[in-house]
């Protein structure tokens, strides 16, 4: 391919705790669970309520505001809790699996042979649609309005995160199943971004599709980035985005009729005993993975559903997140350290010459969680643009988003971004702010003041 575009701004950080590339099924056991907090800017209203039977395809709850959204449950049994926290918010829907494996039945055709109402009345009604977000917002989008065009990535950057090239190859079918309904969901088209010089990419053989290469540092897998690279959003635009592995289940319902949330999940990190890969359904608690594969014991962890950059800091009683495909464990990095400042910190992590660790940078750490100081002043240091690859000014858009100035959001590029996309500038930010929660807080005024 030609379509070769080089990232140089970004930041590649080594730690410890990749997944070797062996895969272990786990039998559904346990509970499961789908929680709302997943969906941005969803209101949940249920529909099975505590003891209603279930299968897998079956309805859960709706969105309030856009009652075509439903949710879905991944498994036939039993709802047996719809857990509640402050002002009775719906936290989780857990169900029990009774074994029998029953699915609902949706319809299954050639791409070929459905209307484009038809497709979206099918992802719709079996819960696939949530699979899907838009940019702006990064939210899930309007059934009622189409894309410009459609992107997907096929890869991810972030450190210690699961290898989509490993979880996609053994079900490329379904995959360009997946490709072929997408394309007739815009009247744009569908865009691949693919990993340059990965001579063993199973997506260079996607037909359907424009593809093209990335290479460079991390954030080079984001989605946004890509989108940012091949053809920005601009005011008024709509694209719709989706990871490789979402795309198989959409693809799975096409060719089966029903619907089958089968993900493989990586578990990784440095306190895990045998990082590798697990094949098991949408909602596994986390347990379920790290049972057993926990260094020494459970305390002073830091168990992340997702990567370290973007995921979820989560208990082993918790659930796997909607859109994550990879559980890391990392220490907490709770306790004191004399005099950590003045040491060489030849094994700490440092983005500038702070520590001697700079003389090997391509060393993999063992970091934990802790922020090393609290908030501070936020001042112009440059340090934000070293890693953002996107031709946006990331601090002046941040501030925009402090002083909620809608305009100023708008003309800093509010449009074409996600919160991932900060991760980097969130690590390497010596104000220690939390910048993804910032950025997330200025969507949602943008779309209160839209309306």
Request: charge should be negative; charged fraction near 25%; glycine fraction near 8%.
């Amino acid at each position: 391919m030609s379509n070769i575009i080089k990232i140089k701004r970004g930041l590649d950080i080594k730690l410890v705790g990749t997944p070797e590339k062996e895969l272990k099924e786990i039998l559904p056991s346990g509970t499961f669970g789908i929680k709302p907090n997943d969906f941005t800017g969803i209101t949940p209203k249920v529909v099975s309520k505590v003891g209603t039977e279930v299968k897998a395809g079956t309805t859960l709850f709706y969105d309030k505001y856009n009652p075509k959204v439903v949710f879905t449950s991944p498994i036939s049994g039993k709802v047996s809790a719809i857990n509640r926290g402050d002002r009775r918010r719906i936290l989780e829907f857990v169900i029990d699996p009774d074994g029998k494996n029953e699915s609902e039945t949706f319809k299954n055709d050639k791409p070929e042979n459905i209307s484009r109402e038809e497709i979206k009345e099918n992802i719709l009604k079996s819960g696939c649609w949530p699979l899907i977000r838009q940019r702006p917002f990064n939210i899930i989008p309007n059934p009622e309005v189409s894309p410009r065009d459609i992107f997907i990535t096929t890869f991810n950057s972030a450190p210690l995160t699961s290898d989509i090239n490993f979880i996609v190859k053994d079900d490329f079918s379904a995959f360009q199943t997946g490709i072929d309904i997408l394309t007739k969901l815009t009247d744009g088209k569908v865009y691949l971004g693919i990993k340059a010089e990965d001579v063993s990419n199973t997506f260079t053989n996607t037909a359907n599709v424009e593809k093209y290469e990335f290479a460079g540092p991390h954030p080079a897998g984001n989605v946004g980035i890509q989108i940012n690279k091949i053809k920005p959003v601009n005011k008024g635009e709509i694209v719709w985005t989706l990871n490789a592995a979402d795309v198989i289940i959409i693809g799975r319902l096409f060719e089966t009729g029903i619907y089958n949330p089968m993900r493989i999940i990586a578990l990784a990190g440095s306190e895990v005993e045998h990082p590798q890969y697990y094949k098991t359904l949408l909602g596994t608690k986390i347990s379920a993975l790290t049972e057993n594969q926990i260094k020494n014991n459970i305390d002073n962890k830091r168990f992340i559903s997702g990567d370290v950059l973007t995921g979820e800091k989560v208990t082993e009683n918790d659930y796997i997140g909607f859109y994550d495909t990879t559980v890391t464990v990392i220490p907490e990095g709770n306790k004191p350290e004399f005099l950590g400042w003045a040491k060489p910190g030849f094994n700490k992590f440092s983005f500038t010459r702070t520590f001697f660790s700079w003389l090997n940078p391509d060393k993999e750490r063992v970091l934990d969680a802790n922020l090393h100081g609290g908030e501070r002043a936020f001042i112009v240091t440059g340090e934000l643009d070293k890693v953002f690859p996107m031709d946006i000014f990331p601090m002046q858009l941040i501030k925009a988003v402090m002083i909620k100035d809608l305009d100023l959001m708008e003309e800093l590029g509010i449009y074409e971004v996600a919160e991932e996309d900060f991760a980097l500038c969130e690590v390497v930010n010596t104000s220690k702010i939390e910048i993804q929660k910032t950025i997330r807080e200025g969507f949602e005024f943008a779309i209160k003041e839209l309306g």
